[in-house]
């Protein structure tokens, strides 16, 4: 019910940056926390920064300083700003979003995008 579609990955230097979106759509939905994971070959999916619906971030110790979460409710639209990328951040970036049907207070439901790759060369 509800759809992500992310955009924004690509290839970049080390000390680059690249912004990252993530927009939902579909039709009898509230969003509640937003998130952005990654994943690398061989490695588990990690939990890179969240959102809540109020605004309220949190970061993976890893990134925090250099990436910033934010998002557009009138946009259904949630992004990622990473600066100051480093080789080890290269990983498939994946959109997430906690949803519930718009008549129930119960964000029960989970919708993952695609994936963008995000590449870092030193």
């Known amino acids: 019910q509800v759809h992500l579609v992310e955009s924004g990955g690509g290839y970049v230097q080390a000390g680059g940056s690249l912004k990252l979106s993530c927009t939902a759509s579909?039709?009898?939905?509230?969003?509640?926390?937003m998130a952005w994971y990654r994943q690398a070959p061989g490695k588990q999916r990690e939990l890179v920064a969240s959102?809540?619906?109020?605004?309220?971030?949190d970061y993976a110790d890893s990134v925090k300083g250099r990436f910033t979460i934010s998002r557009d409710n009138t946009k259904n639209t949630v992004y990622l700003q990473m600066n100051s990328l480093k080789p080890e951040d290269t990983a498939v970036f994946y959109c997430?979003?906690?949803?519930?049907?718009?008549?129930?207070?119960?964000?029960?439901?989970?919708?993952w995008g695609q994936g963008t790759q995000v590449t870092v060369s030193s």
């Open positions: 959102i809540s619906s109020g605004g309220t971030t």
């Open positions: 579909g039709s009898g939905f509230n969003i509640n926390a």
């Open positions: 997430n979003a906690r949803w519930a049907l718009y008549y129930s207070a119960d964000y029960v439901h989970a919708s």
